[in-house]
């Protein structure tokens, strides 16, 4: 009995181990494949081209949402899901909220991205981790209307696009936006520096001495802005510390009907 045992299992042995193996195809490898992670793409230029668009054929990361909130005019926050970014609007610098048009950019950043959908191509963050994004409200280049109408400069430090650089110059040109104050002052220059900057923006502001007379052959050409807030009830001139919050531009002769004058930069 125990030899016909061995017999048996002998033989049961044999034809296990003698089980052809499965064919492989010619030159792949007899070892088992592994699933391949995919490699993270690596940053690259993608500055845009003459037309304002990314060119399709270079690696990049995208956000498709709609923006939650705009914190200035270069500055926003874009919902993706459950998801939010901080986008800073690459190749850009928009005035500081405390300067001249710093809240006039804040809103015309608003206006153009509205409620719309937007999509964010990128590559990098900056050195508050906030994602550095070129704009896209459907074939709209945002990051370049910005400084085309004056709302913005091309921040030539960390950027050198041609397209951004020549829509700074046209906008200058016409004395669009911030480009209506000959003393305008870089908030890249502002930001180093921001008393002198208050100083010397005031000191552009127009004094009562030089105001022209109110009847004139072109009235239009001679309106003085000067500034309120949202809440106050006093009008200011440029640069004054009352406008760190909030600062709206209005004309003299309105401000002049609705609120009263400060006493601490003392406006026209």
Same mark, same amino acid.
């Given at each position: 009995?125990?030899? /016909?045992?061995?017999?048996?299992?002998?033989?049961?042995?044999?034809?296990?181990?003698?089980?052809?193996?499965?064919?492989?195809? &010619?030159?792949?490898? $007899?070892?088992?494949?592994?699933?391949?992670?995919?490699?993270?793409?690596?940053?690259?230029?993608?500055?845009?081209?003459?037309?304002?668009?990314?060119?399709?054929?270079?690696?990049?990361?995208?956000?498709?949402?709609?923006?939650?909130?705009? $914190?200035?005019?270069?500055?926003?926050?874009?919902?993706?899901?459950?998801?939010?970014?901080?986008?800073?609007?690459?190749?850009?610098?928009?005035?500081?909220?405390?300067?001249? /048009?710093? /809240?006039?950019?804040?809103?015309?950043?608003?206006?153009?991205?509205?409620?719309?959908?937007?999509?964010?191509?990128?590559?990098?963050?900056?050195?508050?981790? !906030?994602?550095?994004?070129?704009?896209?409200?459907?074939?709209?280049?945002?990051?370049?209307?910005?400084?085309?109408?004056?709302?913005?400069?091309?921040?030539?430090?960390?950027?050198?696009?041609?397209?951004?650089?020549?829509?700074?110059?046209?906008?200058?040109?016409?004395?669009?936006?911030? @480009?209506?104050?000959?003393?305008?002052?870089?908030? @890249?220059?502002?930001?180093?520096?921001?008393?002198?900057?208050?100083?010397?923006?005031?000191?552009?502001?127009?004094?009562?001495?030089?105001?022209?007379?109110?009847?004139? &052959?072109?009235?239009?050409?001679?309106?003085?802005?000067?500034?309120?807030? !949202?809440?106050?009830?006093?009008?200011?001139?440029?640069?004054?510390?009352?406008?760190?919050?909030?600062?709206?531009?209005?004309?003299?002769?309105?401000?002049?009907?609705?609120?009263? !004058?400060?006493?601490?930069?003392?406006?026209?």
């Amino acid at each position: 009995m125990a030899t /016909f045992g061995a017999l048996l299992v002998a033989i049961v042995w044999g034809q296990y181990s003698t089980e052809p193996t499965q064919a492989q195809p &010619a030159g792949a490898s $007899s070892s088992i494949s592994q699933p391949v992670t995919p490699s993270r793409t690596q940053p690259v230029d993608l500055a845009p081209n003459a037309t304002g668009r990314v060119s399709s054929s270079a690696p990049r990361n995208t956000i498709n949402g709609t923006v939650a909130s705009v $914190s200035d005019g270069d500055t926003l926050v874009v919902a993706e899901g459950d998801r939010q970014y901080v986008i800073r609007l690459q190749g850009i610098d928009a005035p500081e909220g405390s300067q001249p /048009f710093g /809240f006039v950019a804040t809103q015309a950043l608003t206006l153009k991205v509205g409620q719309s959908p937007v999509q964010v191509k990128w590559t990098e963050h900056d050195k508050y981790n !906030r994602v550095l994004g070129h704009i896209y409200v459907g074939e709209r280049y945002i990051n370049r209307e910005m400084v085309a109408d004056g709302y913005a400069w091309h921040y030539k430090e960390y950027s050198t696009d041609a397209d951004l650089a020549a829509a700074e110059v046209a906008a200058r040109v016409k004395r669009l936006g911030l @480009w209506q104050d000959e003393h305008a002052i870089p908030p @890249w220059d502002y930001r180093h520096s921001p008393p002198l900057a208050v100083e010397t923006t005031e000191a552009a502001a127009p004094r009562p001495s030089t105001i022209a007379p109110a009847k004139s &052959a072109s009235p239009e050409s001679e309106e003085i802005m000067v500034y309120v807030t !949202r809440t106050g009830s006093k009008y200011h001139r440029a640069g004054c510390r009352h406008l760190s919050k909030s600062r709206i531009p209005i004309s003299l002769s309105e401000a002049q009907g609705r609120y009263g !004058r400060c006493s601490v930069c003392n406006p026209p």
